[in-house]
């Protein structure tokens, strides 16, 4: 018997490997995937509107500051890293040896290998992929031990999708694109609230004292959503936060006063309702009395629609929302009420439809509801008053209550005609001349 033979085009098994014996990929590995045009977006669990969760918030930006930690990601880069170490860049602390070996340009390869963490009040949040070679570069002079301490590191990244969480130290972080690191030295933030403070400009312990440890205390947050963003902003950029809370605390600023000044007590961030189609949000700060119960509240908005977040408006303050007013639009006659024609349609009460077929004649409302003399009214009410203080009932004039009972039938009676002439000239049988 002799068999064919197949090419591997023809072959009834599907081929692993190229003539070249380059492995071939799985042809159903793109089984089931759906056209570009058909493809829908995610939606997170949010609900829509601000959100809260760590990936889902509208812009998708980061603006936190930390301290930048490196960490190995496999044995094999840390042992070519001290490979690559010389005798005088062993030397140190194991920050200072890192920087010495990743700020070397020979170096580069093992600088890109390194997990950039980003460590907030000592908990491991995120890691930081630098988007560029200037960055990274940036990420590399945050190790430099010979920069100015005590200093904030300020962090700018965007969240995508697409990259995947990282195994660290038995659990997994997030992974955030960085597109910009800046560290700012404390001494010169220090020396800018005071350049901002014209009036009993305070001293160093002061501003640290009742100022920055405050406000930086606020900043020990992941900064991965809008509303953080905005604070972490203002904290680190805006003196005008800390020229009123200065103010505050002298008692020198206009507004409620406290003989022994006022203290910072509640920081609040809400969607602005002036943004439109703009981000933008109202940081309120709360100041209490320290010898009263007076409260006094000052914001300031920040817009951070972009990466790049901005001042709106300055300090000032802050009354609260306006309420919204909104109109009564129901109509001045309901439908089903009593209609000015003299036919008045009953209202069905399974729907909001009048009843065409149900017509009551006002003339049957009108005897059933005869209209009462206010004096007859007030003479029954004497009566009442004149049992309970024990006097006769009847201790008025009969003649006054024939009087006032004849103007009654009077009433009653030209209210008939008139609407025995109206029914006439509408063509409605008059009910009473037949009976």
């Known amino acids: 018997m002799i068999l064919p033979k197949l090419t591997a085009h023809q072959s009834f098994k599907t081929p692993l490997h190229n003539y070249q014996r380059e492995p071939l990929p799985d042809p159903n590995l793109f089984h089931g995937i759906v056209p570009a045009g058909e493809i829908t977006p995610q939606v997170c669990g949010c609900g829509g509107g601000i959100h809260t969760c760590q990936y889902g918030n509208p812009t998708g930006y980061l603006y936190a500051m930390g301290t930048l930690v490196p960490y190995f990601p496999s044995l094999s880069v840390e042992t070519e890293f001290n490979q690559a170490a010389t005798e005088d860049q062993a030397t140190g602390s194991q920050e200072q040896q890192m920087f010495k070996v990743l700020s070397n340009t020979e170096n580069r390869y093992l600088a890109r290998e390194i997990l950039w963490t980003l460590q907030i009040a000592g908990v491991d949040l995120l890691i930081l992929k630098p988007d560029s070679e200037d960055t990274l570069t940036e990420l590399i002079s ?23 969480a990282m195994p660290m130290n038995d659990e997994t972080l997030p992974m955030v694109v960085c597109f910009q690191y800046s560290s700012i030295a404390q001494s010169d933030l220090i020396a800018n609230i005071q350049k901002t403070i014209t009036s ?28 953080l963003r905005a604070l972490n902003y203002a904290i680190i950029t805006y003196m005008g936060i800390y020229s009123t809370t200065w103010q505050m605390h002298q008692g020198t600023s206009p507004g409620p006063k406290d003989s022994s000044g006022f203290s910072l007590e509640n920081v609040e961030t809400l969607p602005s309702k002036l943004q439109g189609n703009r981000l933008i949000f109202d940081i309120i700060f709360t ?40 109109p009564n639009m129901s109509p001045l006659v309901p439908q089903g009420s009593i209609s000015p024609s003299f036919n008045m349609p009953i209202q069905n009460q399974t729907s909001n439809t009048v009843s065409q077929d149900k017509v009551i004649p006002q003339r049957a409302v009108m005897e059933e509801k005869t209209p009462v003399s206010d004096d007859i009214k007030t003479l029954d009410e004497e009566e009442i008053q004149a049992q309970k203080d024990g006097l006769p009932a009847n201790n008025h004039d009969p003649l006054d209550e024939e009087k006032l009972k004849g103007q009654a039938e009077a009433i009653t009676q030209e209210n008939l005609s008139t609407v025995e002439a109206q029914e006439a000239s509408e063509g409605v049988p008059n009910t009473t001349a037949e009976e």
């Not at 160093?204 to 900043?219: G, H």
């Open 200 to 227: 009993n400009t305070p001293s160093t312990n002061d501003v640290v004292q009742f100022l920055l440890n405050p406000m930086m205390e606020l900043a020990q947050n992941p900064g991965n959503n809008d509303a």
């Open 287 to 326: 100041y209490g009395g320290n010898s009263t119960n007076i409260a006094s509240k000052w914001f300031c908005r920040i817009d951070v629609t972009g990466p790049f977040p901005s001042l709106v408006s300055e300090m000032q303050p802050y009354y609260g929302s306006p309420g919204m007013l909104i």
């Open 142 to 164: 945050g190790l430099d031990p010979s920069k100015p301490q005590p200093s904030y590191n300020v962090f700018l990244g965007k969240f995508v999708p697409m990259l995947e």
